[in-house]
């Protein structure tokens, strides 16, 4: 998308007058994943900050943005130096991404306000935030009310972004001191097979088409476990797979379980029940494999393959040279 009013030079670094902003972090210019859902939870206003800020500013489309080129920004020095800017926005959302739980807590800290972390929905009004959170790996869900200024981490695939949108990008210039602070390292990628389900770009997920029978269903899952990590993607399932022991928990998509909303979304042996269909956000490639071409996961993918799951997935792992 094109950005029709880009004001340059530096934008007065006066607090922010909006009850409601998204904060985000940029890396290289990639959005972190719950990016646009945080944007749309804050009324599609939103501050970038980090490296490539301009270049997300396009991709994302806010109404209103503001953003900060802070390269190799220390998070306690990003925290100071960006509390006056957001010191009056009454609720500061962040993506619960790895960056956006890292700085939330510190940010909190040093506005001197409350943490509400892993939110699924917030609000705000004159009075204060309302905000559920989600607990227990997504099986309790707890309301609660703060009433003061508060800054909140989104669940990612916890709703639906808005569309992009040709607003307003101001830039913003944040003088970051350096003093004593967190010191990175190195930035590790996460491990496709073990990495959070919600943050996945790619998932392979498998149901009970893919099991030929109990017996079958440990080495079934084995290779669909290598076959995604050769794909750089993670597992996930349905619940009548975690519900039988051959997938755990926290690999279960849907209302149930974990909330996605990955690029791409293999389905091997999956019937699309609505249970698990409303856990997949809106991912932008959908393949389902299955025997019944009718079925709902074929009905909503881009491609369906009408074949058996197991040979397939045998089949791709052949091709791929991946043993379990
Ligand atoms: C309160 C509640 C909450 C729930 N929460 C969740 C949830 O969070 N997540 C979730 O996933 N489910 C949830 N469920 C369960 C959900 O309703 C479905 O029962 C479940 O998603 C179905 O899983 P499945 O697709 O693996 O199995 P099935 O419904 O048994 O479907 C199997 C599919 O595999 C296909 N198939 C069969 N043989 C082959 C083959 N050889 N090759 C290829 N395809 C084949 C079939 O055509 C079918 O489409 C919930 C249910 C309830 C009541």
Redesign the pocket.
Known sequence: MSVTSTHRGTHPVEALQVSRLAVVIVRAGVLPVGAAEAVAEAGNRVLLVGSGTQAAAGELGAARTWHAETVGAAPAGLAAAMAPLVRDVRMLVLPASPDGRDFAPRLAAELDRPLLAWATQATVDDEGTTASLSRLDGRLEVDVRCDQPCVVTLVPGARNPLPPSNGEVFEVVLDVAHGVDAERLAVLEPDPETMDLAEAARVVG?????V?DDADAPEAFALLRAVAARLGATTG?????TDAGWMRHDR??????VSISPDLYIA?????????T??LGNPKHVVS????PS?P?TAMADLGLV?????LLDELADRLGVTP
């Open positions: 498998g149901g009970a088409g893919l030929r399932a349905t619940r009548v797979i279960q998509i849907g209302t149930t379980g091997f042996g999956v019937a699309g029940a609505s249970q698990h409303g856990g494999v299955n025997t019944d079925c996961m074949t058996d799951a197991r040979a």
